[in-house]
């Protein structure tokens, strides 16, 4: 018996230990170097359509050149500059600093004709806050990676000059606002505070209800508030405020009126008087724990055992040089811009261009709701930056173990350029249903065919707020290109009160999933059989 005992542990152990060795194996390969197109990969590239080089007139911006024009802005721009993160409204920054695309009249020169190479450039956004006319400028900067010249091009694309309020908010500007709010506004009402909201200085969260106004210039934004714990996007307690930021001087901003349970109030001092005064709906909110309770994306049951893994047999079928990637009858450029995320260009199949520029352009969201700030709601998640917000991605969750990963970089409302490790995936994996099969069981003879369908994908996934979009880009074998969004994350939510389910659905007691809209828009320049351009919003579903 102790024999046999013995042999079934030494088998158990081999089974571990094998296990160990293969998990080991994926994650050794997995996080080598991608198959950048050395030795025998190289051939390959270059038969699969691969140009040498040529698709770097499309890639973005390296660290070492975001530096160098920043470098050159301050230097020459005239004026003095701030950093965005210490910047006031009434100060001069860089907001944004990305790859200027050239024209592509001399792309399609360069990659087809043999001609020159376009001057690789750099496109910035710089707020003039301290001026006499505070406007938005967008600046062309070269060549680089040396820059000795920028060029204002702002009247050229927009036909004037952009006005100061136009400009997107700088988080900078978020945290001044939370510091009016517990210096000034939250001291005015400290009976409400304490007793219906247990306010402690640190544990509310405010959301903004975008866009600021009803009409051109508008700088004021309703905020509303949230337990500051995990998930708090589904712990709403009712408290809004309106606040007026269109002054250039901070110490100006001022709250214009204030929204609680259904109630609306002039100011703090409003809201204090009649809570004093016996005369506000109260609605008690429970406290939630620090991890969210049931906001938390902790695993309610315990973890089964491991699901399937993909398996490459002899290893990948892509190859990735630089921003170029080829497979099977494939090949694209590919980059990630800070604004408007994920893009591809020079789409081939079989060698031949049918896609210019497939690219991100914005998503939006509409709520609607019965408090303030969220029926006003009208997100362009442009603003947040979808290539800004592209989070590094977990291997086996977000992509397969084995896919390549890949960094992104950005400068967008930040002092020095962002480097998000691993944020970007490619891989291929089986499509999971056939290109073509038939079966036919005739007469005079039974026969079945059919073709396996594997497809590639190139992934990111943007943390936008409450909400992670998953982005992919898929390609398959028959010469078809599809877009896919995924969203996942959190529901917005609002205070539950009143009519409210007339606008959404009853999550929690005091919690209301808002009804919404989401419309995701791309850019498509299409380029079969000659050069035409269509820019469309795609279905929500898609």
Known sequence: MLKMNMK????LLAICIATALILGWIFRTGQENPPVCESQHQDLCLKNGGQDGHSLVFADLTPEEIVQVKKYLWNNIG???VEPPRAKPSDNCIYSIVLHLPPKAEVLEFLDHQGRKPTRQAQAVVYFGNQEDPNITEYVVGPLPKPTYHQD???????GMLPYYRRFFLRADFVKINTLFVTKEYPKAPNFMRWVLDYNRTNFLGLPGLPPGFKSGDRKVWIRLFQNVAGYYLH???LELLVDVSSLNVSEWKVLNVFYNGQYFRDMEDLEREFNAGRVRVAIVKKAPLDGGYSSLKPRVPPEWPGPLQYEPRGPRYCIRDNQVTFMSWS?????????????FDVRFQGERIIYELSMQDASALYGSNSPATMVSRYMDIFWGFGRNAVSLTRGVDCPYLATYLDGHYFLDSSQPITHKNSLCIFEQNAEI???RHYDDHVLSEFYGALADSVLVFRSISA??????????????NGAVGVWMYASGYIQTSFFFGDAADFGNRVEDLTLGMMHTHNIHYKVDVDIGGMFVFAFPSPPEM
């Open 79 to 81: 004026v003095p500059l």
């Open 464 to 477: 936008m707020g409450n909400y992670d979009y998953i982005w992919d880009f898929v390609f398959h074998q």
């Open 434 to 436: 056939p290109v073509r």
């Open 236 to 238: 709403p307690v009712g």
């Open 8 to 11: 079934w542990l030494c088998a």
């Open 153 to 159: 091009i702002t009247v050229q694309k927009y036909g």
């Open 332 to 344: 694209f450029a590919f980059g990630m811009e800070a604004n408007r995320g994920p893009r591809i």
